[in-house]
């Protein structure tokens, strides 16, 4: 199949050992894209961590609704459907799984999409959604559940 490169660079900022070091870190990508990473405020208080940067759980669901939408693309790409835009503003809820641990429990995918054509009835439009998301790589690969909610037009 294929690879895929990240790299994380975190350096100490001499307060390691007193447990007041900074989470902030560096994420590179074997594409050149290089970003802030942090832990999140939520689980380690800023200053600790960088608010402004992007939190595993935050990549997790982008991750989600990132492969969701290139799916979704790609089939209405194949389906003769003409899209002018497609926004997600996706959530995940961080919370206790079945084994009693952390871990995100749900996301909640809300693609909100405009077609430059004619747009699918509402059940053509749900296949769409259902067939994105059985082909979706992360989605396949979490077993948190999933729920992708279209916003209605």
């Not at 790299?7 to 560096?26: C, K, L, N, P, V």
């Not at 600790?48 to 290139?70: F, I, N, R």
């Not at 053509?124 to 994105?132: D, S, V």
Request: aromatic share 6%.
């Amino acid at each position: 199949m294929s690879r895929h490169v990240a790299e994380i660079d975190w350096r100490s900022d001499g307060e390691f050992t007193s447990g007041r070091y900074s989470r902030r870190h560096a994420l590179s990508f074997d594409g050149g894209a290089t970003f802030a990473g942090s832990s999140s405020p939520d689980v380690v208080p800023a200053p600790l961590s960088d608010p402004a940067a992007v939190d595993p759980e935050e990549m997790l669901v982008a991750s989600a609704a990132s492969c969701h939408m290139l799916w979704f693309l790609d089939l209405a790409r194949r389906a003769g459907l003409d899209l002018a835009a497609y926004r997600d503003r996706a959530e995940g809820e961080l919370g206790r799984n079945a084994a009693g641990r952390t871990a995100i429990v749900r996301i909640v995918l809300r693609p909100e999409i405009h077609f430059a054509g004619a747009a699918p009835d509402a059940e053509a439009l749900a296949r769409l959604h259902h067939e994105a998301h059985e082909r979706c790589f992360i989605a396949n690969s979490l077993n948190c559940e999933i729920v992708v909610e279209p916003a209605s037009r």
